[in-house]
């Protein structure tokens, strides 16, 4: 006597993340035909590389210990071109943000503004901090200026951006209701708009002062001042117990801000 | 929002007096605060250089135009080796980071001390730039890709991890308990009650951080970890301004394709 097959299906299987067939297996054919090619072309020098774990090792014991008293006056030195650089850059960018904030959010802004506006927020987009930072070092020569140029063109493209989409997502009746007693423009502005956005971008500025920090820290190694040029030159001169310092105090002060900002904008909003 | 009584009538003010005051008392520091950092700033800087960049800016202008089109000919193996970096980076960062994120997650913890060592990797990967770590691994492997591969890899790690880890933190938990409740070990229960939930996230964090990698890979040939930036400081270097601006056209157009195809990949999932 035979068991009959039951009606009901006796085996299950989880369903696939992507459901047409055709399409999970190019992707799955497609990836590994580029991870074929990408590891055939990639140029790496395996016996260099196979160097590396020694030196690795030896690279980490020349890291402890961290050396902070050596280099002090100049790791202070670099920190606070960091902080101040970090601060007027964030301050410089948002001032220069708000106008152009304005002028790119459309329910605000006549179409030709809203395009050049857009376009300089596109444009400092585009190209990260670093590169900005070398042009900025070869116009305005080697120091913290230089950093400061290019962390503000930076802060531009993010802190407009936001502000503009923020002023596009208001509440459109209370801008009317101000606009119904008859307000000038500024009064408008003032009144309408910019209480409804100011909690969210005084997170965002906090926010931006954090990164500004951490972009400093390597806009250094391109010339433009603060601690990263200090980081590059113990690197350079093979001190790493004191690169050790430096990165150490980095993290350190980047998770202080980290938190901090976490909390002030917790508290804002 | 007071209403301050005067013989002609009340007036409608925004702020109290004291509010007022603590305005201005803040703002007040905000601006010595502000004004030391300038001066911090100011004190380094050699104004001489700065008058002059009007004159330099147009100089470089000039010389950057028209853009070299021929060298676009030798920049192809680099824009491979820059996709390259910030592929294979952004796999390594994924595996490092599922691990990291599940270790993480309140509800997947196995202990509290693994979530603090956890918690410790990612925020000290996100604390260390790409290019700061990238300066050290070329130390240890040499110039090259693989330093760089390595570098976008250990940064992008905290950042997959953590928005994995909060990720699997807000998934609803009663079809965990539902495949707890049919019997299944822990292992099957994170397979058929987690995994399926945080799938779509993690492929959206895959995506977007392959994209955030791609700009970030333009730049690691600078301390000398392979890619289009390797040209970029050459020819720098050499002044070579008509392949500067060939070399800046080739990352912008890169980037706008990458955020492009980011942006496709993440609509179609979400």
Not at chain 1, 35 to 59: H, I, N, Q, S, Y
Not at chain 1, 224 to 229: E, L, Y
Request: aromatic share 12%; proline share 5%; with cysteine.
């Amino acid at each position: 006597m035979s068991v009959a097959e039951p009606d009901f299906p006796s085996s299950w299987k989880k369903p696939p993340f992507i459901k047409s067939p055709l399409l999970r297996w190019s992707i799955i054919i497609g990836s590994a035909i580029y991870l074929a090619l990408a590891f055939g072309t990639m140029d790496v020098d395996w016996e260099r590389a196979a160097e590396g774990l020694p030196r690795g090792k030896r690279f980490l014991a020349a890291f402890f210990p961290p050396n902070f008293s050596d280099n002090l006056g100049v790791m202070w030195d670099g920190i606070f071109e960091s902080i101040w650089m970090a601060i007027i850059s964030t301050v410089a960018g948002i001032a220069l943000s708000i106008p152009i904030g304005l002028g790119a959010a459309r329910n605000l802004a006549p179409k030709w503004v809203y395009l050049v506006c857009r376009s300089i927020i596109g444009g400092s987009r585009t190209f990260p901090e670093i590169i900005l930072a070398i042009f900025a070092v070869k116009l305005f020569g080697f120091g913290p200026f230089a950093g400061f140029v290019a962390l503000s063109i930076g802060t531009i493209g993010f802190y407009a951006k936001l502000l503009a989409e923020d002023i596009e997502n208001i509440n459109p009746t209370q801008a009317e209701a101000i606009k119904a007693t008859g307000s000038s423009w500024p009064q408008w502005i003032n009144y309408a708009i910019q209480p409804q956005v100011m909690p969210r971008m005084i997170g965002l500025s906090v926010y931006r002062l954090d990164i500004n920090f951490r972009e400093s820290a390597v806009v250094g190694i391109v010339g433009g001042g603060g601690i990263g040029a200090t980081l590059n030159t113990a690197f350079e001169r093979y001190e790493f117990d004191t690169a050790a310092a430096i990165l150490l105090i980095i993290i350190g002060i980047v998770m202080a801000l980290e938190y901090t900002s976490g909390y002030l904008r917790k508290w804002v909003q | 929002m007071p209403l301050i009584e005067t013989p002609d009538g009340p007036i409608w003010k925004r702020r109290t007096t004291k509010e007022q005051f603590i305005r201005w008392f803040i703002w007040l520091i905000a601006i010595a605060i502000i004004a030391y950092a300038w001066k911090g700033i100011s004190d380094k800087t050699i104004w001489f250089f700065v008058q002059d960049a009007p004159r330099q800016a147009a100089d470089i202008g000039a010389r950057m135009i028209p853009p070299k089109f021929s060298y676009m000919s030798r920049l192809w193996a680099p824009v491979w080796d820059t996709l390259n970096i910030a592929t294979l980076g952004t796999v390594i960062a994924l595996v490092i980071a599922v691990p990291v994120a599940f270790a993480a997650a309140h509800n997947t913890t196995p202990h509290p001390i693994v979530r603090t060592i956890a918690i410790f990797i990612i925020v000290s990967s996100r604390s260390v730039n790409s290019l700061i770590w990238a300066l050290m691994l070329v130390f240890i492997f040499g110039p090259g890709v693989l330093a760089g591969t390595i570098a976008i890899g250990l940064r992008s790690v905290g950042f997959c991890a953590k928005l994995l880890y909060e990720g699997i933190e807000e998934i609803d938990h009663t079809q965990v308990e539902a495949i707890e409740a049919t019997g299944a070990t822990k292992a099957q229960q994170m397979l058929f009650g987690i995994v399926p939930q945080v799938l779509p996230t993690f492929a959206g964090i895959g995506v977007f951080r392959w994209d955030i990698n791609i700009r970030e890979s333009t730049i690691l040939g600078l301390v000398g970890a392979g890619g289009i930036g390797l040209e970029l400081s050459g020819s720098i270097n050499t002044l070579a301004w008509t392949q500067v601006s060939m070399i800046l056209l080739v990352i912008l157009s890169t980037v706008i394709v990458s955020e492009w195809v980011s942006a496709k990949v993440r609509g179609a999932i979400i």
